[in-house]
């Protein structure tokens, strides 16, 4: 989404001169040559960033930096400040009043893009912790954001064993579930949401992009998901819902697959929307295979996304089997892939051994899983969901997983 | 991972990768997109052929190269991916916003 910055001037030609460089450069520029419309254009949708011109008549820069840091909404707002050459007063008093940087004019509109992205690179991060600082009701400090950032890695791990450990016990139908973590902060998720007396929502995703937002979305969406789900949504409208939020407050990077459907006890049916996710498999009873594909795209890149339901049968003894690509992206060991050196070493291929060529058959992937669980379909679902780890292990030579890995089994009982 | 720029007919650029994208090669690869959009070529072919492999870092970095092109009335399309890329862009339905061409001058044609 592209950043909005308010200009500020009482010069109309530097206004514009500065607009005409900007706006090439991705961002939406707002204009307003006096500070009061400078007070009430922040006041009324706070930009990302604001120049402002010191030297203006009636309201000066100095006191719009003040009206803004006054209030909750724009105290948080940016501010570079354009200075005339030797005014070094109003530079320092314009730093103590809480501007980020200040521009000398003449300036070099080069230096101006250059400033304008290293502010907006330095606050941007924060931009993804104030919702939680508002929840916190705590006064926001730039000084702490590093630790803060700390705090955030903290909370995602928490966040992550707030998942729940247990699949619901449902009357009809035998659950089982695998979380399995690496060590970095990534984005697995599934969830189990109580409709009503007979439907429960049934959820798991993978929040891509890394770090503090990527876990941050991750918990925006669990949370989301929570409020937003009622019986008589359908999962198309939810996972619409979810796109829109996230498309809104994100980056068009920062996105998520997920698929999230309900599981009717009553009627036996499973009705869901895949929103760019990994298939998942609907393993028949009568050995026929098929895979989840309805719905729409990813999650929170596009607005235009749109999102289609469906609704699958489970008859006695079918298995729903849900997953991340963290299962089928399991590196191979090298004995595994070779058929050679059998007995030596089994520790897996770290991602860097095979910078060159990668065969497939280097990564687990969803043929495997599908024949696993084709085999072993007949297994209640925690032994299933053991075969699959035991598969994985037998097929990466380790038990420690490089990347997230979430499954869930559903077998309606026989 | 190696880049190779070609300029075409219409200032269209050709971007040839070479090599998986993964993890912080998709900020390389956003980069060299991104270099052409700065010299205001917002008419960009990347071609896949010889990309095994990529990830959602990749994937992240062609969503929004995508949407800076159609920003200032560009175009972003794709050359010859393979078979799993192909099946990444058609999991995210990807395949459904982004224009995929098995041919060179079939992606070239898509900015006439």
Redesign the interface.
């Known amino acids: 989404m ?1 950043e909005t910055i308010l200009v500020v001037d009482d010069d109309l030609d530097i206004l514009e001169l500065l607009k005409m460089n900007l706006e090439p450069e ?1 961002y939406n520029v707002r204009t307003a040559n006096d500070g009061e419309s400078a007070v009430q254009s922040a006041y009324m949708d706070p930009p990302d960033l604001i120049l402002l011109d010191v030297m203006m008549p009636h309201k000066d820069g100095l006191q719009v930096i003040e009206e803004l840091k006054d209030t909750e909404h724009t105290k948080n707002v940016p501010v570079i400040l354009l200075t005339a050459r030797g005014q070094t007063e109003d530079k320092v008093r314009g730093l103590d009043t809480g501007a980020d940087d200040y521009i000398t004019k003449p300036f070099d509109l080069r230096e101006v893009t250059a400033r304008v992205e290293a502010v907006l690179g330095r606050t941007r991060p924060i931009k993804y912790i104030n919702p939680l600082m508002h929840a916190m009701g705590d006064a926001f400090s730039e000084e702490g954001v590093q630790q803060l950032a700390g705090h955030l890695q903290a909370a995602a791990a928490i966040q992550k064993k707030l998942l729940p450990e247990q699949a619901p016990s449902l009357e009809g139908f035998d659950m089982a579930t695998l979380l399995q973590s690496s060590t970095s902060v990534s984005g697995d998720f599934y969830d189990f949401i109580p409709l009503s007396e007979t439907q429960i929502g049934i959820v798991l995703g993978d929040v ?3 770090g503090i937002p990527a876990a941050l979305l991750m918990v925006m969406i669990r949370t989301a998901l929570r409020l937003l789900c009622h019986e008589e949504d359908t999962p198309a409208l939810i996972l619409k819902r979810i796109n829109d939020l996230v498309v809104r407050d994100t ?5 998520a ?1 997920m698929i999230y459907g309900i599981l009717d006890l009553t009627k036996s049916t499973f009705t869901y929307s895949n929103g ?4 998942p498999f609907h393993q028949k009873n009568t050995k026929e295979m098929t895979l989840l594909k309805t ?4 999650i929170g ?2 607005e ?1 996304a749109t999102f289609a339901c469906e609704t699958c049968s489970l008859s006695p003894g079918d298995a729903l089997l849900f997953y991340t690509d963290g299962i089928t992206e399991t590196a191979a060991s090298n004995s595994a892939v070779s058929g050679e050196n059998q007995g030596e070493s089994t520790q897996s291929i770290q ?1 860097d051994a095979f ?4 065969p ?1 058959d280097m990564f687990y992937g969803g043929d495997r899983l599908a024949a696993c669980l084709s085999k072993n379909a007949a297994l209640p679902a925690s032994a299933l969901c053991e075969a699959v780890v035991d598969d994985l292990a037998v097929f990466s030579g380790s038990t420690t997983p490089h990347d997230d890995r979430a499954l869930i089994i559903i077998k309606r009982d026989t | 991972m190696n880049f190779e720029t070609t300029i075409g007919e219409e200032n269209i650029s050709i971007l040839h990768v070479e090599g998986k994208i993964l993890g912080n090669a998709a900020d390389v690869f956003r980069r060299k997109m991104n270099d052409q959009l700065q010299t205001g070529r917002d008419k960009l072919v990347v071609n896949l052929m010889n990309v095994p492999l990529i990830d959602s870092s990749a994937l992240g970095a062609i969503v929004i190269t995508l949407k800076s092109c159609q920003q200032s009335g560009g175009k972003l399309v794709l050359l010859s991916p393979q078979k799993a890329v192909r099946e990444v862009l058609e999991v995210t339905q990807l395949n459904t916003v982004i224009e995929i061409y098995d041919t060179e001058e079939g992606a070239c044609a898509a900015f006439a």
């Open positions: 592209a991705g891509k992009g890394n980056e068009a990077d920062l996105f697959t760019g996710h990994c298939y719905g729409g795209m990813l890149a596009f235009e991602d910078q060159d060529v990668i497939m």
